[in-house]
């Protein structure tokens, strides 16, 4: 591996739902044109701490956080980050599908457009194509591409996400639990499809199987309970984890 | 075993009950709509007499005076008849309607002859009779006295007396006479008043609604607001009436018994009514697509209108459309705002004085004379229609909506 590149820093970040404390002193670090991956028994936050990167959680009205986010070097929280030109440039893949009630096409052609990215109807039909070929959609929808996106199976569904996310070419994807609803087959490609988008983007997957962090991943964190047990090398976490309740979990005793 | 029987039959009889319910409800609303359809559909026709007129030179008509003619040409055809007394009882059977349709028979014909049997409007009493609504009683029936019923059965004798398809009713506004009286005038009124209360209310509750579900914050202020829209879906309609009389007419000064202010007044009832449903059909949004669309980098308010308002929109119409149908059966407030007034003219716009169909049906059902009662009923079925075609809109646009994906 060549020299990393810091991506996303996170430090001491917590965050609060109403009273309830949901994160604790996070400290994490992701790297450019890698994939990490988030662990931990449900419910100790994975899903919290990666909508806290896009600031998803600004929907939440009882959420609240302190603590810093930098990526590339720029506060996500600072007054002046627009946070949806944040979200432009993170996509964002949901643990259900979640499709438009549009067809195929207006799916994936929804953020270009909304952005403007295409001058000519052209650029456009390509820019969905090539973003369902990234997603190994392509070859399966290409003969109704106008249908509704709701009609596809649950696996079809969520590479649709996928390709949609993809369209508006985001530097950061966070995937939380993207295979949660698909078969093996359906498993194995989006793995593929994320080993070759780590090329071009970084990824953070959270991910309740441990053969899947292991397979995908070149980082791995591991959560309990709100609190940021361990992270590093996905081969040292997997081999010789430095925490007691990593191990635990990693072998299937909590968790 | 018995357990199971048991529950059977606590089943069976629910379904009973229920069935009994809804049965009541159907015979009721049965009743209900065969008393005012078998009353109100003999207002569609009405009594024509058929009268010989015969003018034989080439017809003028600005020289000359329709009524004076018309009771010449009467006259013409009953020569015994000598006695003032006797000739206006002749007339009586008539409407004032018969001295218009003269004169515009007279212009239909200028420059011309005419020679031949015209059929003229009858007054409201020998309809009643000729309908068989008031029976003869000695020689009497209803308010027509004997001479007039010896020259009506003078001209039934002749076949002169004929049902004919009740033209005022639909083309005509209100008149003091009944056979002459139509419900065009309120119906524009009514036109007029729902859309100024829908232009009104529609984007108001639609914007309240998207305020409060999408971009308020939950506080004490918000729950307060929430707790009042809801409740002034409960208020009395006349509240809304005396609002309307206070802000419009007394405040605003605007005219009275204009179907502006009472559209406004209307839009103003039907308000927390969309408010409520506007909010339940965007609560119904599911919050994972709103989340996608701010996932890729939509502003709230992008979201809110390329998802959140289309996806909403079916139980939007919905609830709109119930709402505007109550508020075009709502009757008390226009009363308070002076819709109640009796016009003649039908309404050009939403400035001009006018009833409304409902008051119209009020105003109606108050007269003394026997003929309003199924005109009265003639205009709650027009009512109906409206209503009903109103609903069928609601429910299709629904499904259309709805059908999209
Ligand atoms: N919108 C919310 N309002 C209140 N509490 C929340 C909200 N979202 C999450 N929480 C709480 O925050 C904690 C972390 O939730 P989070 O969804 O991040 O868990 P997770 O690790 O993603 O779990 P899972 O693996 O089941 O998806 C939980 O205790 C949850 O109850
Ligand atoms: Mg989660």
């Given amino acids: 591996m060549s020299i990393e590149e810091l991506k996303v820093s996170i430090k001491n970040l917590n965050v609060f739902y109403g009273e309830k404390q949901a994160l604790f002193g996070i400290n994490l670090n992701i790297y450019a044109n890698e994939v990490t991956s988030l662990i931990g028994p449900s419910g100790c936050g994975k899903s919290t701490l990666i909508k806290c990167i896009n600031r998803m959680n600004d929907l939440v009205d009882i959420c609240r956080y302190n603590g810093q986010i930098m990526i590339d070097g720029e506060d996500v929280n600072d007054p002046s ?27 994936v052609a929804y953020g270009p457009r909304l952005h403007g990215m295409t001058n000519s109807k052209e650029d456009l039909d390509e820019l969905v194509i090539t973003s369902l070929q990234k ?29 949609r996310a993809l369209a508006v070419n985001p530097e950061i994807i966070l995937m939380d639990e993207p295979c949660s609803a698909l078969d093996p087959i359906a498993t194995a490609k989006i793995e593929e499809l994320i080993e070759e988008l780590k090329e071009k983007y970084t990824i953070v997957i959270v991910t309740h199987s441990m053969q899947q962090a292991a397979r995908v991943s070149n980082r791995t964190a591991y959560m309990h309970m709100g609190e940021l047990i361990e992270s590093g090398l996905t081969k040292t976490i997997f ?16 968790g | ?84 007394a006797e000739k206006r009882t002749l007339y009586s059977l008539f409407s004032t309607g018969a001295t218009y349709e003269f004169e515009d028979l007279l212009k239909a014909n200028e420059g011309k002859t005419i020679n031949g049997y015209y059929y003229f409007l009858a007054s409201d009493d020998v309809d009643m009779y000729v309908k068989g609504t008031v029976k003869r009683e000695g020689d009497s029936a209803g308010r027509l006295m004997s ?12 076949n002169l007396v004929e049902l004919h398809i009740n033209k005022y009713l639909l083309a005509g506004a209100d008149s003091r006479e009944p056979e002459m009286a139509g419900i065009k005038g309120a119906i524009y009124g009514t036109f007029y008043a729902i859309l100024i209360a829908f232009i009104t209310s529609f984007p108001l509750g639609v914007l309240t609604a998207i305020y409060l579900e999408k971009l308020a914050k939950k506080n004490r202020l918000s729950d307060i607001i929430e707790t009042n829209i809801n409740n002034l879906a409960a208020v009395p309609s006349i509240v809304f009436g005396l609002l309307g009389l206070a802000i419009f007419l007394n405040f605003f000064d605007l005219p009275r018994s204009a179907p502006l202010v009472g559209g406004l007044t209307l839009g103003l009832m039907t308000l927390p009514t969309i408010v409520i449903a506007a909010r339940s059909a965007i609560k119904s949004v599911p919050p994972s697509i709103e989340e996608a669309a701010i996932g890729l980098g939509s502003s709230k ?20 459309i119930i709402g505007i149908a109550q508020a075009i059966g709502e009757t008390a407030p226009l009363l308070m705002i002076g819709m109640v007034a009796f016009v003649v003219d039908i309404p050009g716009g939403p400035m001009d ?31 109906l229609i409206f209503l009903f075609l109103l609903n069928i809109t609601a429910v299709y646009l629904r499904k259309k909506l709805e059908k999209k994906w």
């Fill in chain 1, 81 to 107: 980050t627009d946070p949806v030109s944040l979200r432009t440039r993170i996509g964002m893949v949901f643990q259900k599908p979640n499709p438009f009630p549009k067809s195929l096409y207006d799916n």
């Fill in chain 1, 135 to 163: 997603a190994g959609l392509f070859n399966e929808v290409k003969d109704r591409l106008f249908e509704p996106g709701t009609g596809l199976s649950g696996g079809q569904q969520q590479r649709l996400c996928i390709a």
């Fill in chain 1, 239 to 254: 081999s010789n984890p430095e925490h007691i309740k990593t191990q635990d979990y990693i072998t299937g005793r909590i």
């Fill in chain 2, 1 to 84: 075993m018995n357990n199971i029987l048991s529950r059977n039959n606590a089943e069976k009889r629910f379904k009973v009950y229920g069935f009994l319910a809804v049965s009541t409800a159907i015979v009721l609303l049965g009743i209900l709509l065969f008393k005012i359809f078998s009353t109100g559909i003999s207002a569609f026709n009405q009594s024509y007499i058929g009268v010989k007129i015969e003018i034989n030179n080439s017809i003028n008509s600005s020289e000359i005076d329709p009524r004076t003619e018309l009771r010449q040409q009467l006259r013409n055809m009953f020569p015994e008849l000598t006695t003032r």
């Fill in chain 2, 147 to 158: 001479g007039q019923l010896k020259i009506l059965d003078q001209f039934e004798e002749q």
């Fill in chain 2, 301 to 320: 308010v992008q979201t809110i209108f390329n998802f959140t308002l289309p996806l909403a929109m079916p139980g939007i119409l919905t609830g709109t």
């Fill in chain 2, 353 to 383: 004085p006018a009833t409304a169909l409902p008051v119209q049906i009020y105003l109606w059902a108050d007269s003394p004379e026997r003929a309003f009662v199924e005109r009265t009923s003639a205009a709650i079925m027009v009512l």
